[in-house]
């Protein structure tokens, strides 16, 4: 797997013979000593410069542990350098090197050598670079991958890079990684044991712990952007597709219509098809615009005191499957609200329950713990546990709800319009025993 990083691989091919020491830096992790070592060495070879013509030295191997004495690297070197040809000195985590602002300084009095380097953030900021070389070096900063740079190694579909690429970044090791939990624990470790150490001693971080608590905060923040981001994603990805069924329909009906003449019948019942289809889209459409609504404006709508007995058995009065009890007379319990958002937050409440039980669906409102609270229990499929927090999330369908038609609305914009109002909505539910929705709104 070759990643692509023409653009400071280019970069470095201009600046060859310059004279000046090119100094290749950026956060650790980034590519430099794969840049440097691989690619750039690489466009060497092809060039046709021999290879004991290219000095390679890593400092942070073990091995070359002896090569961090100044007069050591500068003995080394010059015993290499046996010839009149060009040479090319790769200097790998230069800051190793002790006074290596000196040896690189006189590595440019050698008259057949051409300097790269690379190095830690620790050491080498552009600032750095300008005081200490003056005017000697000359900076390549490298960054993480960009996207095209990501997916020119990525194997896999663009969607699949891109998320990988939005939730863990461009670091070039990413990529050989299998799992999630993987680059999640790469990423972590990297931060808490690398990035901060940088950052601690090049400004001598005195009270780490206020530097630990403010990245805790910032950690805090960019989660709750990135959910919010991720839920987003998912509503407009949910919604499209929502509306994308029915506009399907409506157009397959269309042009079969057009294709061939039909019989008056056969056109009446197309046509109920595409008046079914346009109902569709437009309950559809209201429930999104209910839903992308502020609360702020849902509160200026009307409201007046409704009473919960007389709402609750008009509502069951509608639905033979619907049996309604309460221990409260007309008058005692009531809230105040908007009439028609209530009565649709409640509606859908109970067409779920009816939708998903072949059962009678019981429903009842009284008073607990000084509340008033309505029970809609039904005896269908139920709700898989470990599914039941997700069932208030836009578009979001139970795993044994996909027989049935639907579009995951319902219920997260009865939790939206409820909420304006001061209800709360709990689940309970067991598979293939009973689903029990209970609204609790406080006793003003």
Known sequence: MEIRRDIYLNKLIRKK????????????????????????????SESGVDNAHIIEIALDDRMNKSLRDPDNMLAYIHKRINDDKQYYILLDEVQLLNEFEDVLNSLLHIRNADVYVTGSNSK????????????????????PLSFREYMSAYNGTRDEAWDDYFNYGGLPLILSMPTDEDKANYLSGLFKKVYISDIVDRHKVRNKDELDELIRTLNDMLDRVDTAFQAEKSFISNASHELNNPLTAIQGECEISLLKERSAAEYIESLQRISTESKRIILLI?????????DK?????????IDLVVLLRDLCLQYPQVAFSTELAEGQAHITANYHLLRVALQNIIDNARKYSKEQVEICVGMHDGNWVIEVEDYGIGIPEDEIKHIFHSFYRASNTREYAGQGIGLSLSMKILAVYGGKITINSQVNKYTRVTVTFARV
């Open 17 to 44: 013979g310059n004279g000046l020491i090119k100094i290749v830096t950026g956060i650790r992790r980034c590519g430099k000593s794969y840049l440097l070592f691989r690619l750039f060495h690489n466009h060497l």
């Open 124 to 143: 080498f900021l552009s600032y750095d670079i300008i005081t200490e070389f003056r005017g000697r070096g000359d900076e390549i900063r490298v960054y």
């Open 286 to 294: 209201k429930h999104l615009l209910f839903l992308s609504r502020q």
């Open 297 to 305: 404006e849902l509160l200026q709508n009307a409201r007046e005191q």
